[in-house]
């Protein structure tokens, strides 16, 4: 039938111009702003992690632990790496306490 042609699937960048760096400062804000309002569940959500299957383990965007575990730092930063953007690094202070977030630099 004409007109009803199958169109292609849009790509991420076809839908939203994103500016990457915008959506890595957003999750970084985002972030910053649980930690402030509530450590103890940020540290416990963030410091919580699952074992991954292998399926899980090796997808090419989500980020698993050396010892194939996943959490949620992992799935965050597997959804940015999708979109092309920087990952989030969380900051640490001596006492192991979490202390805040950044861009992850290599």
């Known amino acids: ?37 509530d450590p103890e569940a940020t540290t416990a959500l963030l410091r919580n992690r699952v074992q ?19 959490g949620a730092l992992g799935l965050i930063n597997g959804i940015l790496s999708r979109l092309g953007a920087p990952k989030v690094a969380m900051a640490i202070n001596d006492a192991k306490a979490i202390t ?4 992850y630099k290599r």
């Open 1 to 37: 039938m004409p007109g009803s042609e199958e169109q292609p699937t849009p790509k991420w960048g076809d839908l939203v111009p994103l500016n990457l760096n915008q959506v890595t400062a957003a999750a970084i804000e985002i972030l910053t702003d649980l930690l402030k309002q």
């Open 52 to 70: 991954a299957t292998p399926a899980v383990a090796e997808h090419p965007h989500l980020v698993v632990d050396n010892l194939g575990r996943i």
């Open 100 to 103: 805040g977030f950044q861009p």
